[in-house]
T-cell receptor, first 115, second 113 residues
Framework: AQKITQTQPGMFVQEKEAVTLDCTYDTSDPSYGLFWYKQPSSGEMIFLIYQGSYDQQNATEGRYSLNFQKARKSANLVISASQLGDSAMYFCAMREGGGYSTLTFGKGTMLLVSP | NAGVTQTPKFRILKIGQSMTLQCTQDMNHNYMYWYRQDPGMGLKLIYYSVGAGITDKGEVPNGYNVSRSTTEDFPLRLELAAPSQTSVYFC????????????FGQGTRLTVV
């Protein structure tokens, strides 16, 4: 079974608008972390934001925020005031806390920001 | 601050050839990973290591081998290259703490013809 599901293959947004990229996850481990990465067309992987399973508040980093709904097992990325440079592939990933944990990625969402 | 360094950036291999993708990190991270990314897809874990001398298979290990003789280096060996191994390969590293992000190398674009 997929551990990370990103159901939106592509999203379009106009410049300066907000956009939400969906991510749901599946784990039975009570301790886990959720990560979002950005991959621009140049190919590098850029870390954006982290949310821990025990964090009481939603994570924020500048224009990025994470809408964390633990009971629904969702960790949606919200980008406010979109910019042209936000056009990229976005990946949600999870790392479980128990044992030797590795980072598991979703299939990604391609975001295109139009002027 | 080098972070994670992968070489080469690009490589074309003929079917049946072998090669080693090099990866080194200077952050003293315990964990290192190799992922492959096929076009339009997410990253799939090939192998990982939790410390020098310890490696384990990920989701797609067939056709690959790894070793971890030092904390810094985690080379990925392709034996008998096949067209199905055409992909972009990423090396990454992280500390053992679950709430810290993984740092990625720039990637290696490999084509097997």
């Amino acid at each position: 079974a997929q551990k990370i599901t990103q159901t939106q293959p592509g999203m379009f947004v106009q410049e300066k608008e907000a956009v939400t990229l969906d991510c749901t996850y599946d784990t039975s481990d009570p301790s886990y972390g959720l990560f979002w990465y950005k991959q621009p067309s140049s190919g590098e992987m850029i870390f954006l934001i982290y949310q821990g399973s025990y964090d009481q508040q939603n994570a924020t980093e500048g224009r990025y925020s994470l809408n964390f709904q633990k009971a629904r097992k969702s960790a949606n990325l919200v980008i406010s005031a979109s910019q042209l440079g936000d056009s990229a592939m976005y990946f949600c990933a999870m790392r479980e806390g128990g044992g030797y944990s590795t980072l598991t990625f979703g299939k990604g969402t391609m975001l295109l920001v139009s002027p | 601050n080098a972070g994670v360094t992968q070489t080469p950036k690009f490589r074309i291999l003929k079917i049946g050839q072998s090669m080693t993708l090099q990866c080194t990190q200077d952050m003293n991270h315990n964990y290192m990973y190799w992922y492959r990314q096929d076009p339009g897809m997410g990253l799939k874990l090939i192998y990982y290591s939790v410390g020098a001398g310890i490696t384990d298979k990920g989701e797609v290990p067939n056709g690959y081998n790894v070793s971890r003789s030092t904390t810094e280096d985690f080379p990925l060996r392709l034996e008998l290259a096949a067209p199905s191994q055409t992909s972009v390969y990423f090396c990454a590293s992280s500390s053992r703490t679950p709430n810290t992000e993984a740092f990625f190398g720039q990637g290696t674009r490999l084509t097997v013809v």
